[in-house]
């Protein structure tokens, strides 16, 4: 092989690696969850680049992805109560970049924006909140304490990033007033018994008193009753029949109407006569 053919394979090895330096220089991709910033010598553009593939200038142009998708960070906040105790709280915060404001954060903000701009927010609104209620109402109402801050942190931060939740994972008290609390929610608890047990006697109270009162009252209705009609009696022996027939023994005029079986009286009256 003569040297010029050697020089031109050479030459086309070299311009087949510029080739590539610049096609490759001269393209871009975003992976899906990301847009991209473009830089160009400093200069940024104020229109962000969708995730896929595609072209830029070679060589002066950067194409600086971030990330939109929803992310999750730990926090701790060291907060206290309207009783001045000291209350420990550990977060999760679920936060995104939306797209609006990829460009204004790359450009504004160093880093993540996380640690610069929603970090700082919640711990603030949490502490505002706590601020409001006792140790103890923060405990019980740790719901609400988290919907409260959550309110408060989007309205800090506004529209440039995008709080999705607050999550409170664990709230640590000091170990007495842990103990007060305990002490105090078994206390109410004993006394809600003891409402509960004097409820009970009082309704059993009643309802022997309202039992009694209609005792009473049907008593004296058949009392009633029975002195304005004297054949009430009869009225509820013939009632009570039971099919078989009675015998009267004596008359009204000297005593009281016995009244017996019939069958009764047969069987006395065979045994005399024998």
């Known amino acids: 092989?003569?040297?010029?053919?050697?020089?031109?394979?050479?030459g086309i090895?070299?311009?087949?690696?510029?080739?590539?330096?610049?096609?490759?220089?001269?393209s871009y991709v975003v992976e899906p969850g990301y847009r991209g910033v473009e830089v160009t010598l400093g200069q940024v553009s104020p229109v962000f680049r969708p995730q896929g593939f595609g072209f830029k200038k070679p060589f002066v142009t950067t194409i600086v992805p971030v990330m939109v998708k929803q992310q999750t960070r730990g926090?701790?906040?060291?907060?206290?109560s309207s009783d001045l105790q000291?209350?420990?709280?550990?977060?999760?915060?679920?936060?995104r970049v939306p797209e609006s404001?990829?460009?204004?954060?790359?450009?504004?903000?160093?880093?993540?924006?996380?640690?610069?701009?929603?970090?700082?927010?919640?711990?603030?609104?949490?502490?505002?909140?706590?601020?409001l209620d006792t140790a103890e109402e923060i405990v019980k109402n740790r719901e609400t304490i988290k919907e409260k801050a959550l309110e408060s942190a989007?309205?800090?931060?506004?529209?440039?990033?995008?709080?999705?939740?607050?999550?409170?994972?664990?709230?640590?008290l000091t170990k007495q007033l842990e103990d007060a609390i305990e002490a105090k929610m078994v206390q109410e608890q004993e006394a809600d018994k003891a409402k509960f047990t004097q409820q009970k006697a009082q309704i059993d109270a009643d309802t022997t008193v309202i039992t009694a009162k209609g005792e009473a009252e049907a008593m004296k209705v058949r009392g009633e009753a029975l002195k304005e009609n004297p054949n009430y009696i009869q009225l509820q022996i013939v009632e009570k029949w039971d099919g078989k027939s009675p015998l009267v023994v004596g008359n009204g005029a000297s005593g009281a109407n016995i009244l017996l079986p019939l069958g009764d009286v047969q069987s006395q009256t065979h045994g005399q006569s024998q």
């Not at 160093?110 to 609104?125: K, N, Y």
């Not at 506004?158 to 664990?170: P, R, S």
């Open 1 to 10: 092989m003569s040297a010029s053919t050697i020089a031109r394979l050479v």
């Open 13 to 26: 090895a070299v311009l087949i690696f510029i080739a590539v330096i610049v096609i490759s220089s001269g």
């Open 75 to 80: 926090v701790k906040a060291d907060c206290y």
């Open 86 to 95: 000291q209350v420990n709280m550990d977060l999760q915060v679920l936060y």
């Open 101 to 131: 404001s990829v460009v204004q954060i790359y450009q504004a903000y160093a880093g993540d924006p996380f640690d610069s701009l929603i970090e700082p927010r919640v711990q603030e609104a949490l502490k505002e909140v706590t601020a």
């Open 154 to 172: 989007r309205k800090k931060v506004g529209d440039l990033l995008v709080i999705d939740d607050v999550v409170i994972q664990n709230i640590d």
